[in-house]
């Protein structure tokens, strides 16, 4: 009898000692700077020493100005009432599953000639009508715009100024802190946005990490997460021809080796040939 | 007896094996997330699931999963809108075109304006534009491009005529 009951407790110490090497197991995974459970820890760790830098509003604001500078920079928005809601939709559509799908965001065509996309902190993004012509369905639409929305859910261009002066002991903007000296901060802090994302780009790192969000992102929405390779592929074979300043070509790393990371990340979607691409709606809102 | 002890041992090591092997958890990732009676979208609404809240899987596999949250609602939710870890706690925090997260939104009416509904350029905007000279025309576009908001209903049309996600067949 004493036995069972021994056998028993040697057996739940064992179980015990099972969850407890789980733990150790786990614990140790964090120590690997290039484990999952490490990255997901340093991310969580960057977004709240970000939040604790800056508010939404403040993030907004930056947004804001610097869309004034880019519509000046690149053009207008097309004049199409129908098609930048279409653009909204999409964009909608994939922000809602993107890792930030809290924030209003809005989407603009903007008629431009440079084959470009870019987002403005706080959610506001631009798509070149260049860049647009570029693309034959919607889910290469969609894997576009999750690629600025993995930008704004990373706070990429927030972090390339978060040395400026501007911010130096500013956590939110006010009325008072646009006027005087800290106005004309602000005012160069917005000239050193542009050229970050307009003239020298983003760090690569952010630019892969931007790729990858768009293709997770694009497959969790339920759209085929090879869109984004598709337009690459498309931008490589008209490079010849296309203007490079200000565009996707001189801002963003090589499209050889943004394509090549991404189909290494393609495995992890088996059926990714099954999902929607979307092809006559796109053709009939945009093509038109 | 004998048998009494073997008992005792079976369900010890049972109790020994839930502590170890903890229930399987999601986390609601997603705006607009639905909790559903069955694997399907046409299958009636048990509870709207606003982003960070915690499931407990009860299966798992296919694209959708059967999941239960914290007060014991059962039902099926699409896989692209759960995660394996918690969303970020700004994010919960932020508030969503479907108006929904687990701790509400940060955003304060007062800023409501240039935020969620947004009605145009915040009045901070507003005074770089002046500072910059910026002319008229640009910062009306800017307002147009700020005010054109799609409505949750709207979206969800959307993605049923485009087949996508689990509006798919």
Do not use: C
Request: hydrophobic share 40%.
């Amino acid at each position: 009898m004493i036995r069972v009951f021994f056998t028993a407790v040697m057996m739940l110490l064992l179980a015990v000692g099972a969850a407890r090497a789980d733990l150790f197991k786990e614990l140790d995974k964090l120590t690997n700077p290039d484990s999952k459970e490490r990255k997901i820890l340093s991310g969580a760790t960057q977004v709240i020493s970000s939040s604790k830098e800056m508010d939404y509003a403040t993030e907004r604001t930056i947004g804001e100005s610097l869309s004034l500078e880019s519509l000046q920079r690149f053009g207008k928005p097309v004049n199409k009432e129908a098609l930048q809601r279409y653009l909204n939709l999409v964009g909608d559509a994939v922000a809602a599953n993107s890792k930030r799908p809290t924030i209003p965001y809005r989407f603009a065509v903007l008629d431009s000639p440079v084959q470009n996309a870019f987002a403005a902190p706080g959610g506001i993004i631009f798509i070149s009508k260049a860049l647009l012509g570029v693309i034959e369905n919607e889910s290469e639409l969609a894997a576009v715009l999750a690629h600025e929305i993995g930008h704004v859910a990373g706070k990429h261009a927030i972090k390339s100024i978060r040395r400026a002066q501007f911010l130096q002991g500013v956590g939110t903007i006010t009325a008072a802190t646009m006027k005087g000296d800290k106005g004309k901060q602000f005012e160069s802090m917005i000239g050193d946005l542009q050229t970050t994302l307009f003239d020298k780009g983003l760090d690569k790192g952010m630019e892969y990490e931007a790729d990858s969000a768009a293709m997770e992102t694009a497959y969790r929405t339920g759209y085929d997460p090879r869109g984004l390779i598709n337009v690459l592929k498309k931008l490589q074979k008209i490079e010849g021809s296309s203007i490079k300043k200000g565009s996707w070509y001189s801002t963003h790393p090589p499209l050889d080796e943004r394509i090549a990371r991404l189909e290494e990340q393609l495995k992890n979607y088996p059926d990714a040939a099954s999902l929607a691409t979307v092809k006559s709606r796109f053709a009939r809102q945009v093509k038109k | 007896m004998r048998k009494k002890v073997v008992t005792a041992l079976a369900l010890l090591l049972a109790l020994a094996s839930t502590v170890a092997m903890a229930e399987e958890k999601r986390w609601v990732s997603s705006d607009g997330t639905t909790l559903k009676t069955e694997a399907s979208i046409s299958s009636a609404d048990v509870a709207s699931l606003p982003v960070g809240t915690e499931l407990s899987v009860i299966e798992a596999g296919g694209r959708w999963i059967k999941v239960r949250t914290a007060k014991g609602k059962e039902g099926w939710v699409y896989a692209g809108r759960v995660a394996d870890t918690a969303p970020s706690a700004e994010v919960t925090k932020e508030g969503g075109l479907f108006g929904g997260t687990v701790q509400g939104s940060q955003i304060e009416t007062a800023k409501a304006d240039s935020a969620r509904s947004i009605r145009g350029l915040s009045p901070e905007t507003s005074q770089y534009a002046k500072r910059r000279g910026t002319p008229e025309s640009f910062k009306k576009e800017l307002d147009k491009i700020l005010a054109r908001k799609v409505s949750a209903k709207e979206l969800k049309a959307f993605l049923r005529e485009g087949k996508i996600g689990e509006y798919a067949q």
